[in-house]
């Protein structure tokens, strides 16, 4: 089997790769996702954040804009966060490990994932990346979001050059979406090929 660790800054097209390693049969495991459902109703990780972030949960699980505000720009409320969700997604990477432990290729979509050292848990390195202005665009049409919200969530990402010199492949996404496919299907040819 080999691993593959997707990343890419906010706003590079990240999701839309993942799901087109998907289409063309990878087993996708999705860091965002999986956190989403251990922060939902329910979910793992609410009574711990909870306690530790008073009045950022209720009945429907964490309410990250309120999460958000707690921890953003504060490095030691943001590591008792990670504490507190590192391990329990962990765990969920474990499982689905074992669930797809036949497949040739399997891929880890994670936004942080050379800031959390996750690059070094994978065999290959893809990193989604665009134009910054492409970039800036994409994030500031996303209801919420402003400027000043992007700037801390960048500040917290490793630049997208630094990932790009990285990286063991890159996958633009300011080209046209049969570009970025092309691109990902001999991605997947070339890491399926049998070695010669």
Known sequence: MITIGL??????????????????GVPVFDADATVHRLQGPAGRVVAAIGAAFPSTTGPDGVNRTALAEAVLGDEAAMRRLEAIVHPAVGQERTAFLAT?????????????????????????VVVVSAAVEVQRARVLARPGMTAA????????????ADKRARADFVIPTDVSPDQTRAAVARLVACLLAPEG
């Open 149 to 160: 919200k992007l700037d801390a969530i960048l500040a917290r990402q490793l630049p997208d």
């Open 100 to 124: 797809h432990a036949d497949a040739p290729l399997v891929l880890f979509d994670v936004p942080l994932l050379f800031e959390t050292g996750g690059d070094t848990r994978v065999d290959k």
């Open 7 to 24: 990343t890419g800054s906010i706003g590079m097209g990240k999701s839309t790769v993942a799901a087109m390693f998907a289409a063309e």
